[in-house]
């Protein structure tokens, strides 16, 4: 289920600005919502004295700008120097950065070079050195402006230890990009929290809570998207201001249309005065934009524009945000002071002592033989020497950084790191990590059944990897055939969690065009949802993966959405088929896996899971075709029926789940063409059996009966 987050519009009661959360838009075409307008007509709702203060505060909050303007923005730069794009002073203010990397070890855990580069950005933006003031338009060159507000990235954590300003928190909240994803949270009265996420659940780009009181101080900060932070990297030039622009609002900016995430629609401003009315843009027109007010050109290279042809703050945003910075309002004011430079160290950073890490964090599986190659990812200051130790591997030790390391016995094995520097030395240590599989299948059967009717097999033959959610689970709740399935509860879990379960091992090589089937039931909670299901194959033991099925949202569901707990009835059940590609119809070591991928729909269930080569067809590896039992389910009686291709001694019986043999069917000579034996299955409990066929040559096919 996903995590309901009702976002709390800031009422700022520094000059009574209100600021809710902003979006950014996407170059590619349309903008992101927020809902702003809702939030704030929900509070007003709910507490009407604020709508009263809201509007007494917005009046000030012009007033005040009115009489700066009047007075000609005496502490910008602009009506110092006039228009120069050269600084004259060092800057008024300097605040303290900390980026918070929330990932799970994908291109989310952005490189420091990005985070560095996203810095040069900030500080050029910010301080007018940007080479691009120089395609400002002539209307606005005269009043954009050095904020004289600079950026550092902190040299202290809050307890005093050394820092590059960069921490990295491994999380599957990466994926789900809201409040409770602002993780490690730094006091703000002393750092700008920043938080980088691969997913926002909003659908934005990036948003800031603005400037108020009634911020909780825990969520007060930036959440961007690592593909929205600097111009390297995962990052692009092209969407390298919207940090410029979340840090705007975070100082007290609305966008230049007003406190709305709808540009386009209205004309209105943002309270400042040499930012002339408008609707907003989401394109970057330069030549015919004054549509609010005739012959009164747009300020569309504005920051806090959505044109992505930003260029430039005003002077009397420049004003704002430093009178920000001298308000106690949400704590602003001490960001810039002496004391707190002292305490963050942001004026003598010091090299720091490195913090171990590997990854990625889930269990990595490799065959018998195989080798794992592992990189080493620590932070916070670069080692100048590592010791890794190799539970199992071949070499058991090394001293690189990114070490290829053979496993050649089964088992499960763990891995540490020792990264030190002049200034300190740190270890990670990963237990149960390794799991090395036998280098032949573990299943060499023509045909494999898994009904998951013993959970002691599941859990014995399955993995059950990287459950960032619930985690798939043995049921006796629901099945699509016996009593127990697989079931996912998704309607408690977290949107964006990734949870996977994965095979054990078959050679593929035994069977003739082998196909992949399984059951399936699922329904969405609303029709909106976009829950994802995707199957993947590997061919050395789960090393690594390559996807064969994908189906989503209303597509994956197999009934109606529904806002109740889902548990599927008999007819509430699908069959999917997939498909092998040629290289893996011939492998002897494969695996599959199911990741469902949530997005807060409902319990999704798999059951019968079946890999078997095409029928009817003459299988020249065992000399068997036609191999089939009928009726199945089977009450009463059934029948198994096969044709041979030479005469051949068989063994045809029926074996249990655990491999016990439960009905010898036929020992002996056999011709050939078309044999038929009938089978009293009232003789045998209800459940699912396994019908062998076996040749004298020890080549043998299975299928699956159920007794009902």
């Known amino acids: 289920m996903k995590r309901n987050f009702t976002l709390i519009a800031s009422i700022a009661l520094l000059f009574g600005a209100i600021q809710f959360v902003s979006a950014q838009t996407n170059p590619s075409g349309g903008y992101l919502p927020c809902g702003t307008d809702q939030a704030r007509e929900a509070i007003f709702q709910a507490n009407p004295a604020m709508r009263a203060e809201y509007e007494e505060n917005q009046r000030r909050a012009e007033e005040q700008d009115r009489q700066s303007f009047l007075l000609g923005y005496p502490h910008s730069s602009v009506y110092r120097n006039g228009n120069q794009s050269s600084i004259q002073s060092p800057p008024t203010y300097t605040i303290a950065v900390v980026f918070h990397i929330i990932h799970d070890y994908g291109t989310e855990n952005i490189s420091d070079a990005q985070v560095l580069d996203a810095m040069r950005i900030l500080n050029e933006d910010y301080r007018k050195l940007n080479a691009d003031t120089s395609v400002i338009v002539p209307a606005f060159q005269n009043i954009a402006d050095d904020t004289e507000i600079e950026f550092r990235l902190a040299a202290k954590d809050p307890q005093g230890n050394c820092t590059n300003g960069i921490d990295r928190v491994a999380s599957p909240e990466t994926y789900i990009g809201d409040e409770g994803s602002k993780l490690n949270y730094w006091d703000r009265s002393k750092y700008l929290n920043v938080w980088v996420v691969r997913t926002i659940s909003s659908g934005a780009a990036g948003y800031s809570l603005g400037v108020s009181n009634f911020n909780t101080p825990a969520s007060d900060g930036v959440i961007i998207l690592q593909s929205y932070v600097g111009s390297i990297g995962t990052g692009n030039p092209g969407t390298s201001r919207a940090l410029t622009h979340e840090i705007g609002h975070h100082l007290n900016l609305d966008h230049t249309w007003g406190n709305t995430n709808s540009p386009g629609v209205s004309c209105g401003n943002d309270g400042v005065s040499d930012t002339p009315i408008t609707k907003g843009w989401t394109s970057c027109n330069l030549t015919t934009n004054d549509v609010c007010n005739n012959n009164i050109e747009e ?42 430079a002292l305490a963050t160290g942001i004026n003598n950073p010091q090299p720091c002592a490195p913090i171990a890490d590997f990854g990625p964090n889930d269990q990595q599986f490799v065959c018998a033989g195989g080798s794992l190659t592992f990189t ?43 990264v030190s520097n002049a200034q300190g030395n740190d270890v990670a240590t990963r237990t149960n990590y390794i799991v090395v599989l036998p280098a032949v299948a573990q299943y060499n059967n023509t045909i494999y059944s898994e009904g998951f009717e013993s959970a002691t097999t599941f859990n014995s033959d399955w993995d059950v990897i990287n459950p960032q959610g619930n985690g798939w689970t043995n ?46 039931a699922f329904a969405q909670r609303t029709s909106t949802d976009a829950d994802r299901l995707r199957v993947f194959v590997s061919t050395d033991c789960g090393r690594t993966w390559v996807q064969r099925y994908a189906k989503t949202g209303a597509t994956l569901s197999t009934v109606s959405a529904t806002s109740a707990a889902f548990v599927p009835t008999a007819a509430q059940w699908r069959t999917e088929t997939v498909t092998f590609s040629g290289a893996q119809q011939s492998a002897a070591n494969v695996r599959i896996k199911f990741e469902f991928t949530s997005d807060g729909g409902n319990d999704i269930w798999l059951d019968d899971i079946n890999i078997q080569g095409a029928t009817g067809v003459m299988d020249p590896t065992t000399g068997i075709s036609s191999f089939d039992v009928f009726p199945n389910p089977a009450q009463d009686n059934t029948m198994i029926e096969f044709s041979l291709e030479k005469n051949d001694n068989i ?6 789940l655990n491999g016990k043999v439960v009905q010898q069917v036929y020992n002996g000579a056999a011709g050939p063409g078309e044999h038929r034996f009938p089978i009293a299955t009232a003789e045998l409990s209800s459940g699912i059996y396994l019908v062998r066929l076996v040749t004298d040559e020890g080549k043998y096919l299975t299928r699956k009966l159920i007794v009902q």
Not at 304 to 328: E, I, T, V
Not at 391 to 411: E, K, L, M
Not at 651 to 656: F, G, H, M, T
């Open 299 to 340: 300020n569309v290279q504005n920051y806090m524009d959505y044109s992505y042809c930003s260029r430039m703050f005003s002077a009397g945003q420049g004003s704002r945000m430093r009178a920000c910075l001298s308000s106690s309002v949400a704590q602003r004011s001490t960001l810039v002071t002496t004391a707190t």
């Open 376 to 418: 080493d990812l620590s932070y916070n200051g670069q080692p100048s020497s590592y010791s890794w130790n190799f539970q199992g591997g071949t070499p058991s030790t090394s001293t690189d950084s990114v070490p290829v390391i053979q496993y050649n016995t089964p088992g499960t094995y763990s891995v540490s790191l020792t």
């Open 475 to 520: 049921t006796t709740t629901a099945a699509a055939t016996g009593t127990r399935s697989l079931r996912l509860d998704n309607t408690t879990s977290m949107a964006g969690t990734v949870d996977e379960v994965a095979s054990p091992t078959f050679d593929l090589s035994v069977m003739n065009s082998p196909t992949l089937t399984f059951k399936l």
């Open 651 to 656: 063994n045809l019986e029926i074996v249990d």
